[in-house]
């Protein structure tokens, strides 16, 4: 306890040190081999990656919006159902039945299919953003002169001089947003190049 209570003491005074001297000296960006980037943040963050995201989430709301309506509809069909057994055979009914579950089991499976076909779009888009975003993330590493680039998640303590996390997201913004906008208006709206994501199956009538 006393060990990570001093530890904790040190890199507190490191940091108020260091953020001192870096508030009273206009210092150039850090020297240094390694940089940082928060590749969360530059999906997230960036124009580009949340129009891609805007993209996804109105399909995933239109999904969503397609379930309820299916299940209402799958309600008011059992309802009738339930509500003409008294009239019917029981051999009759028990066809009914077994053929109102089939279809049940038909609509779910394609439903769970789109949902699947989302995420892998969700997880396609993150692959194309990041290799289109790649080679502007090299230009801001050869500036620096850095030879390699971590992620923030796996960096326990760095100095803020050698984040580069805004500098890519305003890089990917004037670069790859204006491009996605240019997509929009000529009416390719296919997002970022990459591999097509194949569209959900139809629902089973």
Known sequence: MRRAA????????????????IAQEARPPLRSPFVILDEARLFSDSRFGQELLDRIEAETAALVAENRKIENELSVEERDLTAQRPQLAPDEFRKLAEAFDDKV?????????????LAQKRESAQQDFYREALPLIAELVAERGAVAVLDRSAVLLSADQIDITEAAIALVDARLAKD?????????????RGDAVPPAPADTP
């Open 6 to 21: 001093l530890f904790a003491c040190l890199v507190w005074a490191g940091l108020s040190h260091g953020t001192s001297a």
């Open 180 to 192: 996605l906008a240019t997509d929009d208006e000529t009416g390719d709206g296919e997002g970022p």
């Open 105 to 117: 089991v038909a609509i779910r499976r394609a439903q769970d299919t789109k949902t699947r076909v």
